[in-house]
Structure formats: structure tokens, C-alpha cells
């Protein structure tokens, strides 16, 4: 059945209309798997299903025209159905923001007490516009991760290493590398590069930097050419991915991921070492313990250090800056795509742990 459409139906969907435009809800998000908090859907399978097959009994309208709209008898009595879900899902979103925000001022109260240089929380910056320019960096390039990384691991203190890499040194590195080619051994494997190699007086660490980049296998083959190359005995072996990124760990190497350590591993086999799982979050937790405790050795490296936790927690961790927050916290019988409360997980929760670990790792200094 076709209709014909004028220019004075548009009165119709006006105001849902105008609220769209205003809220600019158009949903932008990266090539990683997002997941919603199931709280927000539940139940909600039945009324959709309600709602479509009654859409599906109306008319369904074709357009000749580049504007156009619904009749009325399409979309009447329509969006009822959907109301009892949607209030449940609004007032949880706003519950989580405002939970969320009030643990955000609480950490701008935290570094504003703090022997830091830096009295305003990372967060309290929104970096998350502009899919190219944010900041001084291409996050969707992993080198500038690494070399990021390693420019701070040049000049770290000793407390970053040690909470970081849960390993004991009192030292700061005496060298680090990065790219350093490893060499084959067996003709038929392919040669290395090992991403990040830092040397100390009590520990020597190679770190394979992922932050999307699912090429796994490689790592313990290169960890093994690393120790072929350096012949030490005190060799610790890092692969840093995100922490969702563990299932797909977990079929690259099955029955090789042992999780009864303090951090996963991966068990070596056929002459390769063991390698350990380290996340993207004990990066940026253990510098936000180094600067909030005043243990960093320049203003440089602080101000280095700073701007990539910013980096980490928004682009990496999926993290919901402190002027979305309050946004969302703010009572509005609109909720905005653009500005999702979705983090690594879809739970807010682990935002919160996140911020009250490091609040608690401070105390505990």
C-alpha cells in the first residue's frame, strides 16, 4: 500500500524530530566489541517483539521524494508499548552517571590533596571527539602506544616499574630498547622484533605491546629469541593487552593461559618461555599512584605521564570522561547515544573499581 506525503506532515514528527537533532544521537564507536549492561535490557526482547509485529500490520510507506515522512496511522499508538522498559532503562543510566560523578569529585578532592603537580583528575578532560586529533597522538596506530611507553620507561621511578610489573626493584632502568630485530633461529620461523626491552640492575623485562592487534601466537616466540640473543637468567617476559581481550587469548593458546597467578600467564612450550598477562589498566593505575604520591622525577616525565593516562583510560579503556558524566547525571527524559555510559565491559562498575583502587593503592603508599 502506498501513500503520498506533503510537506505539512512533517508536523507530525516534529518534536521527536527536534529532540533527535538536538541530542545528536548517532552512536560512533571503534572497531572493539561493545557490550551493554544487561541490567538496561531486561525484558526487553518481548516488548520490542510486541512493538514490531504491530508495526508490521500497518502500511508500509515508499517514498519518491528526498524529504518525506510517516503517515500518521503508522506511527500512532506505537511507542506505548516500549514506555515501561524505557523509564526503567533511563533511571538506571542516570542512577550509574550519578554514581560515577559523585566518585569523580571525590578523585578531583584526591589530587587537589595530593603532593602532585596536578590537581584536577585526568578525566576531568573530554578527549573523545575528533576521531583523528586527540591529542598528540593516532591511538589507532599501536607503535605510538609502544613508543609512548617507552619513552616513560627511559626515565621511570622505581615505584612505576614495580607496581606496573609487580616486580621488586629499588632501581630505575639502565636501558630501554625498542624494534630490537631478533633473529631466527629454526629457518622455517620468521624473525622477531621485540616491541619494548628495558634492562636494570635487578630485572630485565620485554613488553609486547597490543591494543587491537590480535597476532598473539608471535609473542612466546619472541620472548624465547630475546633470551637467545641476551643470555641472562632473570629475564620477565610481559604481553599488554586490554582486559577483554582475554577470551580470544584463551583460544589462540588453549590450555597454555594459567589463571591461579596473580596475573594470567601463558605457560611456555617448545623451548619458549613462560609470558605474563599485564593490562592496559596497570599501566595507567600505577602512574596515577606515581604522580598522586609526588614520586616522579621530573616535571617532564609527569606531564608526559599525565596526558597518557588521559590517552589510556579514554581511548583505550573505554572510559566516560568527567563533563559526559555530569551531562548524564543531570536529570533528562532524553538519553543520547553519543554520550553512552558503555565502557570496557558495558558496566559502569568497573570504572568505579578502577578509580577507587587507585584512590586505595594511594592510602595504602
Known amino acids: 500500500m502506498c501513500f503520498s506525503v506533503t510537506a505539512e506532515t512533517w508536523a507530525t514528527l516534529d518534536p521527536w524530530w527536534e529532540t533527535f ?133 627511559r626515565t621511570a621511578p622505581p615505584q612505576f616499574i614495580a607496581d606496573a610489573f609487580g616486580v621488586t626493584t629499588a632501581d630505575s632502568p639502565t636501558e630501554v630498547r625498542r624494534e630490537e630485530y631478533l633473529p631466527a633461529i629454526d629457518p622455517t620461523m620468521p624473525d622477531r622484533y621485540a616491541d619494548i626491552i628495558l634492562w636494570s640492575d635487578e630485572v630485565d623485562i620485554s613488553i609486547e605491546v597490543k591494543t587491537g592487534d590480535d597476532h598473539y601466537r608471535k609473542t612466546p616466540h619472541t620472548a624465547g629469541l630475546l633470551e637467545t640473543k641476551h643470555d641472562k637468567q632473570d629475564w620477565q617476559h610481559y604481553l599488554l593487552v586490554r582486559k577483554h581481550e582475554l577470551p580470544a587469548l584463551k583460544q589462540v593458546f588453549p590450555d597454555r593461559i594459567e589463571e591461579t597467578a596473580d596475573r594470567p600467564q601463558i605457560i611456555g612450550e617448545h623451548e619458549t618461555p613462560q609470558v605474563t598477562l599485564i593490562y592496559w589498566e596497570d599501566i595507567s593505575s600505577a602512574i596515577r599512584t606515581c604522580l598522586l604520591d609526588a614520586t616522579s622525577p621530573t616535571q617532564h616525565w609527569a606531564a608526559s605521564a599525565f596526558a597518557f593516562i588521559t590517552l589510556i583510560e579514554q581511548k583505550l579503556l573505554d572510559f566516560t570522561p568527567q563533563p559526559t558524566v555530569e551531562r548524564l547525571a543531570e536529570a533528562s527524559p532524553v538519553i543520547s547515544g553519543a554520550t553512552s555510559l558503555a565502557v570496557a565491559a558495558g558496566d559502569v562498575t568497573i570504572q568505579l573499581n578502577y578509580l577507587q583502587s587507585v584512590e586505595q593503592n594511594t592510602n595504602d603508599k
Request: proline share 5%; net charge negative.
Open 21 to 153: 537533532v538536538e541530542t545528536t544521537s548517532v552512536v560512533e564507536v571503534d572497531t572493539d566489541t561493545r557490550h551493554i549492561d544487561d541490567r538496561w535490557f531486561d525484558g526487553v526482547g518481548s516488548l520490542i517483539d510486541q512493538w514490531w509485529n504491530d508495526a508490521l500490520e500497518g502500511p508500509s510507506p515508499q517514498f519518491d521524494s528526498l524529504t518525506a515522512t510517516l503517515e500518521p496511522q503508522i506511527v500512532a499508538n506505537r511507542w506505548e508499548t516500549l514506555d515501561p522498559w524505557w523509564e526503567t532503562f533511563r533511571h538506571q543510566r542516570q542512577d550509574d552517571a550519578e554514581e560515577l560523578a559523585e566518585e569523580l569529585r571525590r578523585m578531583e578532592t584526591v589530587w587537589a590533596a595530593s603532593e602532585s603537580i596536578f590537581d584536577t583528575d585526568p578525566l576531568a578532560t573530554d578527549w573523545s571527539a575528533h576521531a583523528n586529533t586527540r591529542g598528540p597522538m593516532r591511538p589507532g596506530q599501536e607503535e605510538n602506544w609502544s613508543q609512548w611507553l617507552a619513552l616513560l620507561l
